[in-house]
């Protein structure tokens, strides 16, 4: 069974970096098209990002290009998210998404498995 773990939330100062990590295992990690989520509260879980098998293409929601940066490395199985000049309006739970044969996809509904989210708080 496939298990996705997040980590490297916190809370962060407006204009810091953070670097979120989302362990895979129970799986074939280089098969598994990964995404990164975000849930504010009060508000629908947003698609942040989606990366291809071999880490050549990413995908990346209307607002978050520029400052949202997803990789990933099979060796280690591993897929990280990097954010750079935070804003409050990041603050939200962020989730890891995993699932075979969904490429490119933006929808949640398309992800077979989660993680638990790890929450990141920008403070103004």
């Known amino acids: 069974q496939v298990q996705l773990v997040e980590s490297g939330g916190g809370l962060v100062q407006a204009g810091g970096s953070l670097r979120l990590s989302c362990a895979f295992s129970?799986?074939?990690?280089?098969?598994?098209?990964m995404a990164w989520f975000r849930q504010a509260p009060g508000k629908e879980r947003d698609f942040v990002a989606t990366?291809?098998?071999?880490?050549?293409?990413?995908v990346y929601g209307g607002s978050m290009a520029g400052r949202f940066t997803l990789s990933r490395d099979n060796n280690k199985n591993t897929a990280y998210l990097q954010i750079d000049n935070l804003e409050p309006e990041d603050t939200a739970v962020y989730y890891c998404?995993?699932?075979?044969?969904?490429?490119?996809?933006?929808?949640?509904?398309?992800?077979?498995?989660w993680g638990q989210g790890t929450q990141v708080t920008v403070s103004s």
């Open positions: 998404a995993a699932s075979y044969g969904v490429h490119g996809q933006s929808d949640p509904a398309a992800y077979r498995y």
């Open positions: 990366i291809s098998l071999s880490g050549a293409r990413t």
């Open positions: 129970g799986g074939t990690f280089s098969s598994a098209n």
